[in-house]
């Protein structure tokens, strides 16, 4: 609001001397010339005070929206990609034209959303919707429905049309989190999306044309499922027209003093609050399966637990304290561990060795992923 106020000051100065000029010149039909000489200044007086207020508010209002967006997208990109390799982010959310694809990959916790955000918000795209979609969070027989929206009547209980996500962000962006659990009769469907830009809703016999962006992320390897057949060719290839691998944490040490000061100034809510040396050692040597987003956590956490100036290792969450004592390749010492704490360890070293990758890891305990899961949940394991 505060933008448009140069705006609406000069409109309402400008018309204020329109009035003043029509009393004049009404005034000056009874009086002399040189009255009526006066309120035609006064009247050019008045166009240019409006046109010069106009013109003044309409610079600050767009240097404010750059500055705000160019604000967003950083903290956006530095988020997701770290500080050393923000520019690089940054740059291709800039160049990457608003129309192709983008399949982004990386680990759990990368920050692979708010690259997507950050790659939406620098194109002509940014004014119109933003919709993420977990493909792996909702359920086989409901995901297409989700997806492509559904009439009434399609299915036994469906009791009003539903308009789904690709409908809800025509014009915009629709992000396609964890691609890979996409089931394959939904992939199909999805690369006629891809290719001719329309839909069917289910139960629908109307052609829906679309103007949407799609960028899909996921933490698994597209092309060995495509070799094992568990994702169409066909639908990579589509996907992967523009390709962002974002790097694990513990790929890129010099982020982490950066990325924890962010985080800080973020949550500490304007708390006078610093990270004594002993945390930031201990966060070079801890290596982060959960990413961006555990480092996050755990500093979220530590302003909770602290009442103090300085974040101490007592304020971290204990896995992460933990680690301290730890050494690399340490052997579990079954004779002095709970049943828990050997099962806790055993997880904790699977997603160490598969980079925070749940489904591998829980292939090399071998158990079900949803198992993993609820072990995850009971042991307070953040990945």
């Not at 309402?12 to 009035?19: D, E, F, I, N, S």
């Not at 004594?276 to 996050?296: A, I, Q, T």
């Not at 992460?320 to 050997?342: A, C, F, S, V, Y």
């Amino acid at each position: 609001m505060n933008n448009r106020k140069p705006i609406i000051a000069g409109m309402l100065g400008g018309l204020a001397l329109l009035v003043v000029y029509f009393g004049i010149v009404s005034f000056a039909n009874s009086f002399t010339h040189a009255i009526e000489e006066f309120g035609r200044i006064w009247y050019w007086i008045a166009l240019l005070t409006a046109g010069f207020g106009i013109q003044v508010g309409l610079y600050f209002y767009i240097r404010q929206t750059l500055k705000e967006r160019t604000r967003g997208a950083t903290a956006e990109v530095m988020t997701a990609g770290g500080i050393s390799t923000g520019s690089m982010i940054a740059c291709c959310a800039h160049h990457i034209t608003d129309v192709l694809p983008v399949l982004v990959l990386g680990e759990t916790g990368t920050g692979k959303e708010e690259l997507a955000k950050a790659i939406h918000h620098n194109g002509y795209r940014s004014e119109e919707p933003f919709v993420p979609v977990n493909c792996g969070s909702i359920p086989e027989n409901l995901i297409e429905s989700e997806l492509f929206g559904h009439e009434k009547g399609a299915f036994t209980g469906a009791d009003r049309r539903h308009i789904g996500s690709f409908e809800q962000a025509n014009g915009g962006t629709v992000f396609l989190d964890e691609i890979a659990e996409l089931p394959l009769h939904v992939q199909v469907k999805l690369l006629r999306v891809l290719q001719g830009h329309q839909i069917q809703r289910v139960g629908g016999e109307q052609i829906i044309d679309l103007d949407i962006r799609i960028i899909a992320a996921t933490n698994q390897d597209l092309q060995e499922m495509v070799e094992n057949g568990t994702f169409r060719e066909d639908l990579f290839y589509r996907l992967n027209v523009v390709s962002i691998t974002m790097p694990p944490l513990r790929n890129r040490n010099g982020d982490i003093d950066l990325l924890a000061e962010h985080f800080l100034n973020e949550l500490s809510d304007g708390q006078q609050v610093c990270l004594s040396d002993e945390v930031y050692d201990l966060f070079h040597r801890y290596p982060f399966p959960g990413n961006v987003r555990e480092l996050r956590n755990a500093i979220q956490r530590a302003l909770v637990m602290n009442d103090g100036e300085k974040i101490q290792v007592d304020d971290l969450p204990s896995h992460i304290r933990n680690h301290q004592n730890e050494t690399p390749g340490k052997q579990l010492d079954l004779h002095n561990m709970t049943l828990e704490e050997i099962e806790r360890s055993a997880i904790m070293q699977a997603l160490e060795q598969t980079g925070g990758n749940q489904t591998q890891a829980a292939k090399r305990l071998g158990i079900p992923r949803h198992v993993l899961i609820y072990r995850l949940k009971k042991y307070d394991i953040e990945v």
